[in-house]
């Protein structure tokens, strides 16, 4: 199809484009006034006492324990986002432990590995308190739990620290993106189903 004959089917559907540009409109306004997720996004490290104090640090004893936190924050990772954690983090909200409310908090829970000993995590909610409160008492239970272990059957020198308070951001688009993204879905649908009408009737 050439650009004018792409213009005299614009010139011929104009009220229906013109419809569809409204509509899209609507909802792309509709979309902004919609809830907005929260995001609560902080990190903790992973680090093993050296044996003899800070001097040992760039000695052999520093580096095997650089290695044993690295290797250690696997274990981390894993236990965030294990079903027994996250059950201990549903009882201590009042929610009820469910196949459908672990689901849901799984879904909410991001951690990533950011570095060799460091972990990203970040919940995602639609209040803020709540984001940030499920993000404080997630990494307060792993970090009791896994150094209680550690203190009584592991390696006591391993720790799991905040790197600092996390931060609590939300999930937002300037009305001019919502109105723009709704406008221009509804024109690229509405070009595609007259594309589709036009190849089927040259056949």
Same mark, same amino acid.
């Given at each position: 199809?050439?650009?004018?004959?792409?213009?005299?089917? !614009?010139?011929?559907?104009?009220?229906?484009? !013109?419809?569809?540009?409204?509509?899209?409109?609507?909802?792309?306004?509709?979309?902004?006034?919609?809830?907005?997720?929260?995001?609560?996004?902080?990190?903790? @490290?992973?680090?093993?006492?050296?044996? /003899? /104090?800070?001097?040992? @640090?760039? +000695? @052999?004893?520093?580096?095997?324990?650089?290695?044993?936190?690295?290797?250690? $924050?696997?274990?981390?990772?894993?236990?965030?986002?294990?079903?027994?954690?996250?059950?201990?983090?549903?009882?201590?909200?009042?929610?009820?432990?469910?196949?459908?409310?672990?689901?849901?908090?799984?879904?909410?829970?991001?951690?990533?590995?950011?570095?060799?000993?460091?972990?990203?995590?970040?919940?995602?909610?639609?209040?803020?308190?709540?984001?940030?409160?499920?993000? %404080?008492?997630?990494?307060?239970?792993?970090?009791?739990?896994?150094?209680?272990?550690? $203190?009584?059957?592991?390696?006591?020198?391993?720790?799991?620290? +905040?790197?600092?308070?996390?931060?609590?951001?939300? %999930?937002?688009?300037?009305? @001019?993106?919502?109105?723009?993204?709704?406008?221009?879905?509804?024109?690229?649908?509405?070009?595609?189903?007259?594309? !589709?009408? %036009?190849?089927? /009737?040259?056949?």
């Amino acid at each position: 199809m050439e650009l004018k004959d792409l213009v005299k089917v !614009f010139k011929k559907h104009k009220r229906d484009i !013109f419809i569809i540009l409204v509509i899209g409109t609507i909802l792309g306004i509709g979309y902004y006034y919609t809830p907005k997720k929260y995001y609560t996004t902080g990190s903790v @490290y992973i680090t093993r006492r050296t044996e /003899g /104090g800070p001097e040992e @640090y760039f +000695k @052999y004893e520093g580096y095997y324990s650089q290695q044993a936190a690295s290797a250690y $924050t696997e274990n981390v990772i894993s236990t965030l986002q294990s079903v027994d954690l996250q059950s201990q983090l549903l009882a201590n909200m009042k929610v009820d432990v469910t196949r459908v409310n672990l689901l849901k908090l799984k879904k909410s829970v991001i951690v990533k590995r950011s570095s060799p000993q460091l972990i990203t995590i970040t919940i995602k909610g639609n209040a803020p308190d709540k984001t940030l409160e499920t993000w %404080n008492d997630l990494v307060n239970i792993t970090t009791s739990k896994l150094e209680g272990i550690n $203190t009584s059957y592991g390696d006591g020198s391993l720790k799991i620290s +905040k790197m600092s308070e996390p931060i609590t951001t939300q %999930n937002y688009y300037p009305i @001019y993106i919502c109105v723009g993204t709704g406008m221009g879905l509804g024109l690229l649908s509405y070009i595609l189903l007259l594309i !589709f009408k %036009n190849y089927e /009737g040259h056949k």
